[in-house]
Nanobody
Framework: VQLVEAGGGLVQSGGSLRLSCAAS????????IGWFRQAPGKEREGVSC????????YYADSVKGRFTIDIDHAKTTVYLQMNNLKPEDTAVYYC??????????????????WGQGTQVTVSS
């Protein structure tokens, strides 16, 4: 399995970015894709995830109402639309996959493949 992230960048506070995570190599049709982020000096945080089978999603409290995750099954690509960005959203964002999992869980121990990360910087 390979995950390729794209869409990071520099944006002003209040702006928007859309991250993508293109997956390839799944054996099974059911999986969960999650987005995590890590800011300098801080622990990794689970941001959002989506189940490919149920469509159920999870959002961290810190991003609820601002971020939206969705999936394009034809492209096996998951998108994270980030609106009303704040400086505290600045971090490296990683997508990760949990193949064979149907429950939209953000628990990191379920994820075995990680992308390379994409930098999101929000200026104040």
């Amino acid at each position: 399995v390979q995950l390729v992230e794209a869409g990071g960048g520099l944006v002003q506070s209040g702006g928007s970015l859309r991250l993508s995570c293109a997956a390839s190599g799944f054996i099974y049709d059911y999986y969960v894709i999650g987005w995590f982020r890590q800011a300098p000096g801080k622990e990794r945080e689970g941001v959002s995830c989506i189940s490919s089978t149920t469509g159920n999603t999870y959002y961290a409290d810190s991003v609820k109402g601002r971020f939206t995750i969705d999936i394009d099954h034809a492209k096996t690509t998951v998108y994270l639309q980030m609106n009303n960005l704040k400086p505290e959203d600045t971090a490296v964002y990683y997508c990760a996959s949990a193949e064979g999992v149907t429950t939209a869980t953000i628990a990191p121990q379920w994820y075995d493949i990680w992308g390379q990360g994409t930098q999101v910087t929000v200026s104040s």
